[in-house]
């Protein structure tokens, strides 16, 4: 049957993400951020328009690179205030039944013994419906705060990022067999502890001796998302990740980024299919095009010119103040995001365009019109991109959401390219289809058998059903 | 008019957390500690029964004194597994109004820069409601995990935690000014960026050059809590703490134990009842005294003498596998609970006492009876003591929390000694009935003017209120 499109809503604790100056717009509720009743109520929505998860974006830093200061982001509320992503998920996870929840967390700000306990904590609490999107940081105002020296982080983030997951596999997947909790009232144990482990790890970067503290939660290692863009980056999802946000403004340039991630992970030795990717997209929809039109007129009109080019300075590395709005691009690579600064530092864009055609997305395509004229842009893009899906950014929100999830599913679910209800499961299930665990051929699989015992448990391996098994069946 | 009790819950995001071996009994729900349900029932009963706060207890580590393992620890689910009680805010705190929530996190274990924003995220989302207890981390096998040298960590432990509360303060109280978040839409400005002030914070310990990340939250700094028993931690506490958790196994040993936090207080020019005292108290309670007799006897029958040991092992700092039931303690001053050591360590105790005096509470006593013998029993107890109210364990959960809320509360109200609803307002407002911020003799306080214009914002300055009025007005 037809491939199905996943959907993740995009948001971040902050008053601005990725739009500057909607936030003006009346119908915005994304001042809100700091109010619990705004995530519980977007959880709701969200889970009514069958969406897969919501991912949270996060930086542990300020865009001080426009005008060398602060002052832009702050006068825009661009990414700051900007609140911690991991609070949010019980609230939310209190509310809803199916919802995943994609949380960023940087591997260079916080140890990666308690960083483990935490998310274990979480998938225990959503049972099972936690991601995490694995982030290096971009920021050196971040990394100064935490008292990094900045130049050493960028040549080494990747050496320490992988140290940091090879911990978190031990603990997470090795430290606790599957039937080391016995919960035996009679005999009055709880868990058996010759089967908790210690992982005894003696690294370059990190030395944890002990036991996992968190027994085995149903996924074990949460779902992993990433967003590598640099050469070393792609290297990194292509082992790790099970599913990568990938932002291209044209179908050709996003369809080669996909075609390389997924050429390196069969190049070590995965399934390129094991990677889902979710295309960085915005909608704006409306009953007709004529509608939807206006609405994204009125949209434009509250864009921060200010706002959008600190946001732009931030992730090009360059900044772009001293420069007028006609002038053409032209920047040399650098610590921030690599992929950005490669498709637009250079070439025909100019200072302009990044107003004008790309501030109401994240540098993906903005579909406007109709639910039929969004449904069949969104069908070619996925087509011709090879993605699985989109990663879905708003202007207004929660409008954004709601819209797609009152107008647009129903359009899809039509099309029978979109869930008409949820699977029962896990978040993994929920995408792949083959159980609550690790893909046997994921490099987290490996570090099962720490006690040496030579024998997996059975649960733990996956069964042979075929990669797509969800997308076929639903 | 009379005193008013307060009273805090106390948790653990564990199957044990201080009563080894009640997980047992059928009406224990402990085991669903890794259930949101659990957490959110929990919290409207706690909320039903009009107490102050949950506060939530936690250990990075493992009781691995006994016997040289986490062997009986295990065993027992005596405080391992154990998972991250930050994790459980929002999901109780969108199913309750009132409800404060104390927060166990160590000053060994994380970045001041990103706690800090964790903190102010949590009283964002729970409009004010919660708390922090401060711990510096006693057990070694955490401090391992981290790659702490655990005798530097002991040593330097209380100048961190110095040093990382005054990175705090700046962050909390000194960053952003009360009105640099205008949230103008028609000039379009979130920010006033020129209210927004780096904290340029160059210690021993942290280098944090940069801004708070987070807006001022409902309390800026959350109410802080601590438990410090050696020497230096209870300067630490009548320095920082605004409450603090004390247990003594008789009224005259807590009372010392008060008298003396209260006179250091004052020392530091602080007013010594500006610190709320909970003491450790455990209840058992049925409509007649024959009854609760029954019930504490049955609950007596449960109790896991093995993971009990692995506990007191722990809090001694002191291997207890080696002796009989019948040897008298005697034990040398170490590096774990130095009030408990000082306490119980040397004297009439022998380990036979651990286990049938103390094991169904936390050292502190057990009132068994009807209503009125434990309204009774704790009403002396708080008179003899100074103490302000009750950090109140459970031996079966949630069962001693009912019993308390449905028996033990009406008891109390007839009796004019417990509030009969909630005040309006933050955690910090409904403890002293001053607003929302630090009192203006607080440490913490001197950091709010970081920007050097000499005032203080008016709305930051505390009312000329006496420090108990909430207890007298309720």
């Known amino acids: 049957m037809t491939r199905q499109i996943l959907v993740n809503a ?17 119908d ?22 069958l969406f897969d998860g919501l991912f949270i974006a996060d930086v542990l830093g300020v865009y001080d690179v426009y005008g060398g200061t602060p002052g832009a982001a702050l006068r825009g509320g661009v990414q700051v205030p900007v609140n911690d992503p991991m609070m949010l998920v019980s609230g939310m996870a209190s509310v809803t039944e199916h919802l995943g929840f994609g949380i960023t967390a940087s591997t ?30 971009y920021l050196d105002s971040g990394a100064r705060n935490i008292g990094l020296a900045t130049q050493e982080l960028h040549k080494k983030r990747y050496d320490i990022a992988d140290e940091y997951l090879e911990v978190l596999y031990k603990l997470w ?56 863009t640099s050469d070393r980056g792609k290297d990194f ?18 369809k080669a980024q996909i075609a390389d991630v997924r050429a390196r992970a069969r190049a070590v030795g995965r399934d390129p299919y094991d990677i889902k990717v979710f295309s960085g ?32 300075s931030g992730w090009l590395g360059y900044d772009l103040s001293v420069h007028d709005l006609d002038d053409p691009l032209n920047i040399v690579p650098n610590n921030a995001i690599q992929s950005t600064v490669e498709t637009f530092g250079k070439g025909d864009w100019r200072v302009r365009d990044l107003i004008d055609r790309l501030a109401l997305g994240d540098g993906g395509p903005v579909a406007v019109g109709s639910p039929a004229t969004v449904a069949d842009a969104i069908q070619e893009w996925l087509e011709e991109t090879d993605a699985d899906g989109l990663n879905l950014g708003h202007v207004v929100t ?7 999830a009152d107008l647009v599913v129903p359009e899809l679910q039509r099309r029978g390219v979109y869930r008409t209800s949820y699977e029962e499961g896990t978040l993994r299930h929920k995408l792949f289809g083959r159980g609550d665990r690790l893909a046997s051929t994921h490099p987290g699989a490996r570090f099962r058998d720490l006690a040496g015992t030579g024998t997996v448990p059975s649960s733990l391996v996956d069964d042979a059903s075929p990669i797509d098994e969800l997308v076929r069946e639903s």
Request: aromatic content about 12%.
């Open 237 to 254: 999802a292509a082992k790790h990740a099970e599913a990568i946000f990938a932002v291209g403004p044209t179908a050709e340039i996003l």
């Open 28 to 49: 915005s509720q994304a001042w809100r951020y700091k109010d619990l009743r705004y995530w519980t109520d977007l959880a709701k929505t969200l889970e009514r328009g």
């Open 281 to 312: 997209y915005t909608v704006v929809t409306a009953e007709t095009d004529r509608e939807a039109i206006a609405k994204h007129d009125l949209y434009r009109s509250y864009v921060d010119v200010e706002g959008a080019l600190a946001l732009w």
């Open 173 to 228: 997947e090795g430290s606790w067999e599957d039937d080391a909790v016995v919960r035996d009232a009679t005999r009055g144990i709880y868990a058996d502890d010759t089967k908790v482990h210690p992982i005894n790890h003696e690294g370059e970067f990190f030395k944890v001796p002990g036991i996992h503290l968190a027994e085995p939660s149903p996924q074990r290692t949460p779902f992993l998302f990433q967003a590598g």
């Open 10 to 26: 995009f948001d971040m604790n902050t008053p601005t993400h990725l739009v500057a100056g909607t936030w003006r717009h009346p």
């Open 108 to 137: 260079s700000f916080e140890h990666p013994y308690t960083f483990a306990r935490r998310m274990s904590t979480l998938d225990h609490l959503t049972n099972g419906r936690v991601g995490w999107n694995i982030v290096t940081s």
């Open 398 to 404: 929660p409008a954004s959401y709601e819209d797609f």
